[in-house]
């Protein structure tokens, strides 16, 4: 017997057709009716480890989020640039003071300062 190789979607879905459409199958038509099931499983094995992937660069990014490692913003960048010091030496030189004076100092909202006091650890 000739080996089989399915590596097409459409020669497979036709190989899934026919066979579904008869009643008996022969030897062949159940080889590759076999075949296209098996071509079927390696794709669900292949888009199943992408998603794992996927899902593993999205824990991290939460990990590194949560342990405030998170990219900066552009407002972050901006506020960097205007007083060309980072962010957390912005912060550190303003300990002590409070949430609006040193929202007025950097020229931002109190929100935005409190948001990155969590999320950056500043």
């Known amino acids: 017997m000739k080996n089989l190789e399915i590596t097409d979607r459409e020669a497979m879905r036709e190989i899934v057709l026919k066979a579904l459409s008869k009643e008996e199958w ?11 099931i098996a071509y079927l499983k390696k794709q669900i094995e292949i888009v199943q480890n992408q998603l794992n992937e996927i899902n593993e660069k999205l824990d991290k990014q939460r990990v590194d989020i949560k342990n405030g490692h998170p990219d900066k913003t552009n407002k972050m960048q901006e506020i960097e640039k205007r007083f060309g010091k980072p962010i957390k030496q912005l912060f550190d030189e303003r300990k002590g003071k409070s949430v609006r004076e040193i929202a007025d100092e950097l020229g931002i909202s109190k929100s935005t300062v409190s948001n990155w006091e969590k999320r950056s650890n500043v």
């Open 26 to 36: 022969t030897n062949q038509q159940a080889l590759e009716l076999t075949l296209a």
